[in-house]
T-cell receptor
Framework: EDQVTQSPEALRLQEGESSSLNCSYT??????LFWYRQDPGKGPEFLFT???AGEEKEKERLKATLTKKESFLHITAPKPEDSATYLC??????????FGAGTTVTVRA | SAVISQKPSRDICQRGTSLTIQCQVD?????MFWYRQQPGQSLTLIAT?????????ESGFVIDKFPISRPNLTFSTLTVSNMSPEDSSIYLC?????????????FGPGTRLTVL
């Protein structure tokens, strides 16, 4: 059974204080690892897909990396608008997504 | 990426009743999925909605409780039947295979269901 574990559960940052979120996973036949952002009361918003170890992707202050066992989401110089829950999910060959519990990030001005 | 809408956005229902949630996409997509997000928790896949055939349900979810239809490539419905307070959740549809790429899932805004 696919397993996805995210840490920490919650992260409180000062504006400008960079940090990283962790997503460790076990899956049979990884097709892709996905990062989403979810704001309260809304559906998840797609951020990145990573397919192979060593791959990196960036979008504004966010950078996602992938190894064979885990992925990191780095937030550089965060702003209050980066406050959200960040979800990690793995996709196996049947295209279904298995989600982690998420990391709730709060950025204080 | 595809634009996805869900109706209703929220509802409050009485125990024992049923609610049908609609998911509409602005373009044809290959796959559609239904997820549940219970309060304070992450997303759990309920089923894959198959066009023109019966949905494929995940362990712990059954057709009698969550009947699903998908009459075409842009529309699907999920019914939550004989509801109990434990069914209070956010229900989300997602789509894959639209203009944004072959394997990325995009999510609708969700339907917040409260069962009294």
């Amino acid at each position: 059974e696919d397993q996805v574990t995210q840490s920490p559960e919650a992260l409180r940052l000062q504006e400008g204080e960079s940090s990283s979120l962790n997503c460790s996973y076990t899956v049979s036949g990884l097709r892709g690892l996905f990062w989403y952002r979810q704001d309260p009361g809304k559906g998840p918003e797609f951020l990145f897909t990573l397919y192979s170890a060593g791959e990196e992707k960036e979008k504004e202050r966010l950078k996602a990396t992938l190894t064979k066992k885990e992925s990191f989401l780095h937030i550089t110089a965060p702003k209050p608008e980066d406050s959200a829950t960040y979800l990690c999910a793995v996709q196996a060959g049947d295209y279904k997504l298995s989600f982690g519990a998420g990391t709730t990030v709060t950025v204080r001005a | 990426s595809a634009v996805i809408s869900q109706k209703p956005s929220r509802d409050i229902c009485q125990r024992g009743t049923s609610l049908t949630i609609q998911c509409q996409v602005d373009s044809q997509v290959t796959m559609m999925f239904w997820y549940r997000q219970q309060p304070g928790q992450s997303l759990t896949l309920i089923a894959t909605a198959n066009q023109g055939s019966e949905a494929t349900y995940e362990s712990g979810f059954v057709i009698d409780k969550f009947p699903i239809s998908r009459p075409n490539l842009t529309f699907s419905t999920l019914t939550v039947s004989n509801m109990s307070p434990e069914d209070s959740s956010i229900y989300l549809c997602s789509v894959m295979g639209g203009g944004g790429g072959t394997d990325t899932q995009y999510f609708g805004p969700g339907t917040r269901l409260t069962v009294l």
